[in-house]
Protein backbone atom coordinates (compact mmCIF):
# COMPACT_ATOMS: atom_id res chain seq x y z
CA UNK A 1 0.00 0.00 0.00
CA UNK A 2 1.45 3.29 -0.78
CA UNK A 3 0.67 6.33 0.99
CA UNK A 4 0.48 9.32 -0.74
CA UNK A 5 2.75 12.17 1.08
CA UNK A 6 -0.25 15.15 1.40
CA UNK A 7 -2.18 12.54 3.21
CA UNK A 8 0.49 11.36 5.25
CA UNK A 9 1.19 15.52 5.73
CA UNK A 10 -2.20 16.10 6.76
CA UNK A 11 -2.57 13.20 8.83
CA UNK A 12 0.51 14.25 10.65
CA UNK A 13 -1.51 17.96 10.95
CA UNK A 14 -4.34 16.84 12.28
CA UNK A 15 -2.52 14.91 15.25
CA UNK A 16 -1.06 17.89 16.04
CA UNK A 17 -4.26 19.46 15.95
CA UNK A 18 -5.83 16.93 18.17
CA UNK A 19 -2.90 17.20 20.44
CA UNK A 20 -3.29 21.03 20.56
CA UNK A 21 -7.26 21.12 21.44
CA UNK A 22 -6.93 18.16 23.53
CA UNK A 23 -3.65 19.58 25.62
CA UNK A 24 -4.86 23.31 25.68
CA UNK A 25 -5.19 24.08 29.03
CA UNK A 26 -7.49 26.94 28.55
CA UNK A 27 -10.26 24.11 27.08
CA UNK A 28 -10.26 21.72 29.55
CA UNK A 29 -12.47 21.26 32.17
CA UNK A 30 -11.03 18.27 35.35
CA UNK A 31 -13.48 15.81 36.14
CA UNK A 32 -14.74 16.21 39.84
CA UNK A 33 -14.87 11.81 39.66
CA UNK A 34 -11.85 10.56 37.72
CA UNK A 35 -8.50 11.96 37.07
CA UNK A 36 -9.22 12.98 34.23
CA UNK A 37 -10.92 15.88 32.11
CA UNK A 38 -13.41 17.39 29.81
CA UNK A 39 -12.03 18.59 26.84
CA UNK A 40 -12.81 19.09 22.67
CA UNK A 41 -10.91 17.41 21.63
CA UNK A 42 -13.20 14.99 19.98
CA UNK A 43 -14.05 17.56 17.54
CA UNK A 44 -10.91 17.36 15.93
CA UNK A 45 -10.60 13.72 15.73
CA UNK A 46 -13.82 13.72 13.59
CA UNK A 47 -12.90 16.54 11.14
CA UNK A 48 -9.51 14.64 10.98
CA UNK A 49 -11.89 10.99 10.06
CA UNK A 50 -14.29 12.77 7.83
CA UNK A 51 -11.86 14.62 5.35
CA UNK A 52 -8.91 11.97 5.72
CA UNK A 53 -10.86 8.28 6.25
CA UNK A 54 -10.61 5.85 8.89
CA UNK A 55 -7.40 4.42 8.57
CA UNK A 56 -5.89 8.27 9.43
CA UNK A 57 -8.88 9.21 11.89
CA UNK A 58 -7.68 6.34 13.61
CA UNK A 59 -4.16 7.30 13.59
CA UNK A 60 -4.95 11.50 14.09
CA UNK A 61 -7.59 10.28 17.33
CA UNK A 62 -4.93 7.77 19.19
CA UNK A 63 -1.79 9.62 19.06
CA UNK A 64 -3.06 12.99 19.06
CA UNK A 65 -5.15 12.45 21.77
CA UNK A 66 -2.78 9.75 24.09
CA UNK A 67 0.10 12.77 23.52
CA UNK A 68 -1.81 15.11 25.28
CA UNK A 69 -2.29 12.67 28.09
CA UNK A 70 1.15 12.21 28.30
CA UNK A 71 1.88 16.08 28.29
CA UNK A 72 -0.72 16.65 30.83
CA UNK A 73 0.70 14.12 33.15
CA UNK A 74 -2.31 11.72 32.96
CA UNK A 75 -0.27 8.73 32.65
CA UNK A 76 -3.03 6.43 33.37
CA UNK A 77 -5.32 7.44 30.53
CA UNK A 78 -2.64 7.19 28.05
CA UNK A 79 -3.30 3.68 27.11
CA UNK A 80 -6.76 3.95 26.99
CA UNK A 81 -6.87 7.46 25.06
CA UNK A 82 -4.90 5.52 22.41
CA UNK A 83 -7.27 2.62 21.63
CA UNK A 84 -10.87 4.98 22.46
CA UNK A 85 -9.82 7.76 20.55
CA UNK A 86 -8.27 5.95 17.69
CA UNK A 87 -11.37 3.79 17.15
CA UNK A 88 -13.77 6.69 17.34
CA UNK A 89 -11.96 8.03 14.93
CA UNK A 90 -11.92 4.63 12.85
CA UNK A 91 -15.79 4.45 13.61
CA UNK A 92 -16.31 8.41 12.67
CA UNK A 93 -14.44 7.93 9.07
CA UNK A 94 -16.07 4.43 8.25
CA UNK A 95 -19.26 5.63 8.60
CA UNK A 96 -19.14 8.90 7.31
CA UNK A 97 -16.62 7.73 4.34
CA UNK A 98 -18.22 4.67 3.53
CA UNK A 99 -15.42 3.75 1.37
CA UNK A 100 -16.13 6.71 -0.95
CA UNK A 101 -13.82 9.31 -1.68
CA UNK A 102 -16.47 11.87 -2.70
CA UNK A 103 -17.90 14.18 0.38
CA UNK A 104 -20.26 12.20 2.68
CA UNK A 105 -23.61 13.12 3.16
CA UNK A 106 -25.05 15.30 5.50
CA UNK A 107 -26.89 12.02 7.55
CA UNK A 108 -23.40 10.07 6.56
CA UNK A 109 -21.68 12.89 8.42
CA UNK A 110 -24.36 12.97 11.50
CA UNK A 111 -24.61 9.68 11.87
CA UNK A 112 -20.57 9.38 12.29
CA UNK A 113 -19.73 11.70 14.53
CA UNK A 114 -23.25 10.72 16.92
CA UNK A 115 -21.27 7.04 16.82
CA UNK A 116 -17.89 8.42 17.44
CA UNK A 117 -19.38 10.29 20.44
CA UNK A 118 -20.71 7.18 21.63
CA UNK A 119 -18.06 5.18 21.69
CA UNK A 120 -15.91 7.53 23.15
CA UNK A 121 -18.63 7.50 26.01
CA UNK A 122 -19.25 3.63 26.67
CA UNK A 123 -15.29 2.92 26.05
CA UNK A 124 -14.21 5.61 29.24
CA UNK A 125 -17.04 4.31 31.45
CA UNK A 126 -16.12 0.62 30.68
CA UNK A 127 -12.44 2.00 31.61
CA UNK A 128 -13.24 3.90 35.16
CA UNK A 129 -15.67 1.16 35.92
CA UNK A 130 -12.50 -1.58 35.73
CA UNK A 131 -9.46 -0.17 35.79
CA UNK A 132 -9.83 3.09 37.46
CA UNK A 133 -11.89 0.71 40.24
CA UNK A 134 -8.79 -1.54 40.51
CA UNK A 135 -6.89 1.28 41.92
CA UNK A 136 -9.35 3.46 43.70
CA UNK A 137 -11.35 0.68 45.86
CA UNK A 138 -13.18 3.87 47.78
CA UNK A 139 -14.58 4.80 44.03
CA UNK A 140 -18.10 3.80 43.75
CA UNK A 141 -20.01 2.36 40.64
CA UNK A 142 -22.56 5.78 41.40
CA UNK A 143 -19.57 8.02 41.01
CA UNK A 144 -18.64 6.43 37.75
CA UNK A 145 -22.10 6.83 36.79
CA UNK A 146 -21.91 10.42 37.58
CA UNK A 147 -19.14 10.95 35.00
CA UNK A 148 -21.62 9.90 32.35
CA UNK A 149 -23.26 13.43 31.61
CA UNK A 150 -20.08 15.00 31.89
CA UNK A 151 -18.54 12.60 28.86
CA UNK A 152 -22.04 13.02 26.91
CA UNK A 153 -21.52 16.79 27.23
CA UNK A 154 -18.14 16.57 25.90
CA UNK A 155 -19.33 13.66 22.86
CA UNK A 156 -22.47 15.53 21.88
CA UNK A 157 -20.61 19.28 22.18
CA UNK A 158 -17.80 17.70 19.97
CA UNK A 159 -19.89 16.43 17.57
CA UNK A 160 -21.99 19.67 16.47
CA UNK A 161 -18.66 21.43 16.41
CA UNK A 162 -17.26 19.22 14.37
CA UNK A 163 -20.71 19.12 12.11
CA UNK A 164 -20.61 23.24 11.85
CA UNK A 165 -16.57 24.13 11.33
CA UNK A 166 -16.75 20.72 8.32
CA UNK A 167 -19.98 22.66 7.11
CA UNK A 168 -18.06 25.77 6.81
CA UNK A 169 -14.62 23.68 4.89
CA UNK A 170 -17.19 21.79 2.58
CA UNK A 171 -18.99 25.60 1.67
CA UNK A 172 -15.61 27.15 1.02
CA UNK A 173 -14.64 24.41 -1.17
CA UNK A 174 -11.39 24.44 1.11
CA UNK A 175 -11.68 20.91 1.50
CA UNK A 176 -11.39 19.78 -2.01
CA UNK A 177 -8.20 22.01 -2.83
CA UNK A 178 -7.00 20.45 0.49
CA UNK A 179 -7.84 17.11 -0.65
CA UNK A 180 -7.18 17.34 -4.08
Do not use: W
Amino acid sequence: MRIATKKLVLCALMTAIVFLITFAPFLQIPSPISQGYYNIGDTAVMIAAILLGRRYGFVAGAFGSALADLARGSFIFVPITFIVKGIEGYIVGAIARGGEENQPSNLRKILAVSAGALEMVVGYFIFELVVIRMIDKSLSVIAIVTDLPGNLIQGALSAVLALVFLTVLYRTKAVKKLLR
